[in-house]
């Protein structure tokens, strides 16, 4: 298997708290398009790895669910094993 395909990219979002569920669970609908992480539960800061392959479709999904879900992109830094938020 080419090494490309398993290339990764992480996006980091903002989002009402009581909406990671949801948006968890429309990306369960979407077949490995991503897996969602929380980082700050009281913040709404979520990662979410999407294969790079995937990227576009990721943005488009999240440009339609803005409004509705407010996400806002998160502006993060990953150091050794801990992310910081700028």
């Known amino acids: ?3 490309e395909t398993f290339k990764m990219k ?5 989002i009402d ?3 990671i569920y949801f948006l968890k669970f429309i990306l ?7 897996v969602i992480n929380t980082i700050d539960r009281e913040k709404g800061l979520i ?3 999407v294969p ?19 996400l806002i992109p998160a502006d993060v ?3 050794e094993g801990e992310v910081t938020t700028n």
């Open 52 to 70: 790079e392959c995937q990227t576009e479709v990721f943005e488009m999904l999240v440009s339609a669910l803005s409004e509705e879900l407010r």
């Open 10 to 14: 992480k996006h980091y979002l903002y």
């Open 1 to 3: 298997m080419n090494p």
């Open 47 to 49: 990662r979410v790895v």
């Open 17 to 19: 708290p009581r909406e």
């Open 28 to 34: 369960e609908g979407y077949d490995g398009l991503g």
């Open 77 to 79: 830094e990953e150091g």
